[in-house]
């Protein structure tokens, strides 16, 4: 019998991998468990909800976390390197910096009007998912659900690309 191993990249070092995979799997197993045994809405289309919200922030704070490559030039006084270096295409970097600078603008100028509109998506959120005519109390528990999707989902899609995605870039 052959004994599996994991690779190299995967093996947690100081413990980081291993609770940037336990952290979110906890969440989301705990969130389900909360939503498979309260009587307000239905647990699988708001699963549905908590999952499509959570990975849309995970890209937004995947675009907040790209790093910028600095490359170092070789030192023009020494003749012996005299091989050209290539260039990093830094397209996707510049794209990110700039959705990060528009988003955070944007952000702080409507920032009086996200209360009312994550209102407006819970009420209809809602409408769609209450178990027995309670929308006033499946509206609160909506409302929850999309500050915790939007928030776990940015912070996992930070970390990862912090963590994970810069070794990777870093590596190459």
């Given at each position: 019998?052959?004994?599996?191993?994991?690779?190299?990249?995967?093996?947690?070092?100081?413990g980081v991998y291993f609770w940037m995979t336990i952290?979110?799997?906890a969440a989301f197993v705990g969130t389900w468990f909360i939503l498979k045994f309260q009587n307000l809405i239905e647990h699988k289309a708001?699963?549905?909800?908590?999952?499509g919200l959570a990975l849309a922030s995970a890209v937004l704070g995947m675009v907040f976390a790209i790093p910028k490559i600095l490359s170092a030039?070789?030192?023009?006084?020494?003749?012996?390197?005299?091989?050209k270096l290539l260039q990093e295409n830094t397209n996707l970097f510049q794209i990110s910096?700039?959705?990060t600078k528009t988003i955070v603008g944007a952000?702080?100028?409507?920032?009086?009007?996200?209360?009312?509109?994550?209102?407006?998506?819970?009420?209809?959120?809602?409408?769609?998912?209450?178990?027995k005519g309670n929308v006033l109390g499946a509206r609160s528990f909506c409302?929850?659900?999309?500050?915790?999707?939007?928030s776990m989902g940015f912070i996992?899609?930070?970390?990862?690309?912090?963590?994970?995605?810069?070794?990777?870039?870093?590596?190459?």
């Open positions: 019998m052959s004994k599996f191993s994991i690779p190299e990249f995967f093996r947690p070092k100081n952290w979110p799997l708001a699963m549905l909800w908590m999952t030039e070789p030192d023009s006084s020494k003749q012996q390197n005299t091989r910096d700039w959705l952000g702080l100028v409507e920032m009086k009007s996200i209360p009312s509109y994550v209102l407006k998506v819970a009420t209809r959120m809602s409408e769609g998912i209450a178990l409302a929850g659900i999309i500050v915790y999707a939007l996992v899609g930070y970390l990862i690309t912090r963590l994970i995605i810069n070794r990777i870039l870093d590596d190459q």
